[in-house]
Every structure is written in structure tokens, then in C-alpha cells.
């Protein structure tokens, strides 16, 4: 097949599945066409089935903001008819789905149909969807797409409960490629980082407040005053300055590492003795999954998708949002004994196989042949 992936080409989750998901269908042997403002951060250097169209934003003094979604339907029309896509498979509802809406009218008034999968990741619905200025472009673009797909059944139905929404909604959870995310001997690194065997726990996000990243520094406050522990924060985003300052105020600054954004997380994970991920929403929980593949247990929220990668008591601990107490006091319970924790180190293995790439990707790629006999028949005009 010749596929059009639209995504946001930056550290969020949906660009990093949906470049994992080009990546693992070219190397199926699929024709992949990457169509976004930049080169997203996970796409290898070069492939023989990945190609990159970069859709520049027209920079002209009239507008005060440049027409981004007008470029970008623009390309995915001129990549559909010179390379002969079969279909576009876009990541996110806003603007992703209405703009590819829009693209597809322009190839039907040219006589040339494409199907359009849409796969909701959370943001597009749990906080730009319920925006009241949203929620009609929302509805549409959801239901105009041929086929919608869902990370997680948690965010599934709350698309259902948020929006008047015709279309079936299939779930086809985010994966894990285990050929990068697996745990190896770094402990030259480890000792660099834990030089007398403290424990190392981890968070890694865009530093969103709805990552709630002071509940980890809050939570690592209580560990490390039972266990000697270090914490490393890893990424960036609005939150940071305030979350550094607040480790100046409790004095932790010195077991506390924040190491912005890194290409290799999974170095870091490999090095990781629990992962922290307390956020407010997730419609699926794609960090806590790649440290669960690299034997990282993991203390969460009992929110959104979370509960669906994380299992309580055998992978890690629930906790409701913002319960400081639970989530140290759970953390504690694994970290303290060697044995338990490696237990809950190979039960999160074990769930985070499930979610192997090689699971996954049959899924897409049976969604797509479904969609592409659908429309062969049907030739819908709307």
C-alpha cells in the first residue's frame, strides 16, 4: 500500500506513534509518505519506503497568523495525485481530520477518491474537543472520516459520551517497538547516576500542567526521605521553571537531575528502577509503556487509559489524582525490597509484550485493507 501519515512531528505522544507506525509499516514493505511542517523527531535518517513532504505555512504580511491548515491541505492533495496514495491516515481530529476533509473534497471534485482513517489520541478530545469553539469541527470531521480509530477504550468511550458521534470507533492501543525499548546493562551509567546504589526513579512528559509534574517531585520528596533515591526528570515544557523551583525550596536539587529532551530515553529507562507518571490525563499512557518494556514498574493515576497499561499491584500501583500519600507510599512497597521489585519488574515486561509493534501493526494494516474494500464499493461522495 502508499500511505499518507499526517501527525504533529514533535515529542507528543501521537507524533511519536505515528512515526513508530510509518517506521514499522515501511519496514513491512509499505510505500509511507510523511506530510507535516517538519521532519518529525523519531523518523530514521533515510528508508527506502519512507518519504518526507514538508507543508511550509505561506508567509505573507496580511495574514497575522500563516494559513497552516490551507498549505498543509494544499500538499496532502499534491502528494495524494503524484504519488498515487491509497489512502491518508491522519493523527488527531483538530485540524488533522478537517483539514484532510477538505483535501479529500478537492480530489473528488478532480474525480480521485481517498479514504481517510482518523486516530483520536486524547488531547484532540479531552481538552481541545470539549472546547465549545471546537466541538462542531470535532463532530464533523470525525464523521466525515471513513474510518476512526481509538489508543485506548477509556478514550473511546469518552468520544462517544463528548461528541453525537455516527461512526464505529475501533481500538487499536499504542505499541512498543522492543527492538529499541528493552532493558540493557547500562551500569556504568547507573553508577554515574546512583554512585552509592540509590534507587532511581524517572518521569518523562512535556511538562504540561496537566502532567502534574510537582506531584512528582512531591512524591520522590517522601521515597528519598525512607530510601536513598535519585530522581531524573526528563523533557520540557511550560512547567519546568516552576517545578525547579520548587526542588530549590525543599533543598533536592542535588538528587534531582532534569535532563530536557533526549532522543535515547530508553538509556535512561534501561538504568530506572520505577517510573512515576501522575498525571490528570492520558487517554493511554504511551511513556509509562516504554518503561514498562525496559522492566520499569510504574506508579500512576488511575485515569483515562492508564489503568489499561498499568496493572494494579502486579505492574505497579493506582493512585488516584493527586494523592501524594498513595503514590510514595506504593512507590516505597516496591523499591524497598529487591525481591518484590524484581517481581513487578517482569510482570511489567510480561504486560508491556502485549503491546509489542508486531501486535499491533496486523491491526492497522487490517484496518486499512477493511477501509480500502469499503470505499472501492461504495465510492462514497459526501
Known amino acids: 500500500m502508499k500511505i499518507g501519515i499526517v501527525c504533529y512531528p514533535t515529542y507528543g505522544g501521537s507524533g511519536v506513534v505515528a512515526t513508530e507506525l510509518g517506521l514499522g509499516l515501511a519496514k513491512a514493505g509499505h510505500k509511507v509518505h510523511f506530510i507535516t511542517y517538519k521532519r518529525p ?22 495574514f497575522e497568523y500563516a494559513p497552516y491548515e490551507t498549505t498543509l491541505a494544499s500538499k496532502m492533495v499534491d502528494v495524494v495525485k503524484f504519488e498515487k496514495l491509497d489512502l491518508l491516515h491522519v493523527h488527531y481530529a483538530v485540524p488533522h481530520a478537517a483539514v484532510a476533509y477538505m483535501a479529500k473534497k478537492i480530489l473528488l471534485s478532480e474525480g480521485r477518491y481517498v479514504p481517510v482513517i482518523t486516530t483520536l489520541h486524547g488531547t484532540d478530545i479531552t481538552l481541545v474537543g470539549n472546547n465549545n469553539a471546537f466541538e462542531s469541527v470535532v463532530t464533523f470531521s470525525i464523521n466525515k472520516s471513513d474510518g476512526v480509530t481509538a489508543v485506548s477504550e477509556s478514550l473511546r ?11 464505529e470507533i475501533r481500538v487499536i492501543p499504542n505499541f512498543v517497538d522492543f527492538h529499541r525499548f528493552k532493558k540493557s546493562n547500562k551500569d556504568h551509567f ?10 532511581i526513579l524517572v518521569h518523562t512528559s512535556n511538562f504540561r ?14 521515597v528519598y526521605q525512607t530510601i ?19 526542588c530549590r525550596r525543599i533543598k ?15 538509556e535512561l ?7 512515576l507518571i501522575p498525571s490528570e490525563s492520558e487517554s493511554f499512557g504511551l511513556a509509562a509503556l516504554e518503561a514498562m518494556a525496559c522492566e520499569v514498574p510504574v506508579i500512576s493515576s488511575n485515569i483515562g487509559g492508564l489503568p489499561e497499561v498499568n496493572i494494579h499491584g502486579k505492574t505497579g500501583y493506582l493512585s488516584e489524582v493527586g494523592d501524594i500519600d498513595s503514590m510514595a507510599n506504593n512507590a516505597i512497597s516496591i523499591i524497598e525490597n529487591e525481591a518484590i521489585l524484581k517481581q513487578f519488574r517482569s510482570n511489567a515486561l510480561s504486560q508491556a509484550k502485549r503491546f509489542d509493534i508486531s501486535n499491533i501493526l496486523p491491526k492497522y494494516e487490517a484496518f486499512y485493507e477493511e477501509i480500502l474494500m469499503s470505499s472501492v464499493y461504495s465510492k462514497k461522495l459526501d
Open 41 to 62: 523527531v523519531r523518523l530514521a535518517p533515510f528508508h527506502e519506503n519512507i518519504f518526507f513532504h514538508e507543508a511550509t505555512a505561506l508567509d505573507y504580511p496580511l
Open 190 to 199: 547507573k553508577k554515574a547516576i546512583a554512585p552509592n546504589g540509590e534507587r
Open 228 to 246: 536513598p533515591s535519585k530522581l531524573l526528570m526528563i523533557g520540557d515544557g511550560p512547567e519546568r521553571h516552576k517545578v525547579e523551583e520548587l
Open 252 to 266: 533536592l536539587c542535588h538528587e534531582i537531575r532534569f535532563l530536557g529532551k533526549q532522543a535515547a530515553v530508553e
Open 269 to 275: 529507562l534501561a538504568v530506572s528502577d520505577l517510573f
Open 209 to 222: 500542567k496537566v502532567k502534574r509534574v510537582e506531584d512528582v517531585v512531591r512524591v520522590f520528596q517522601k
Open 157 to 167: 468511550k469518552q468520544t462517544l459520551d463528548s461528541f453525537n458521534i455516527n461512526k
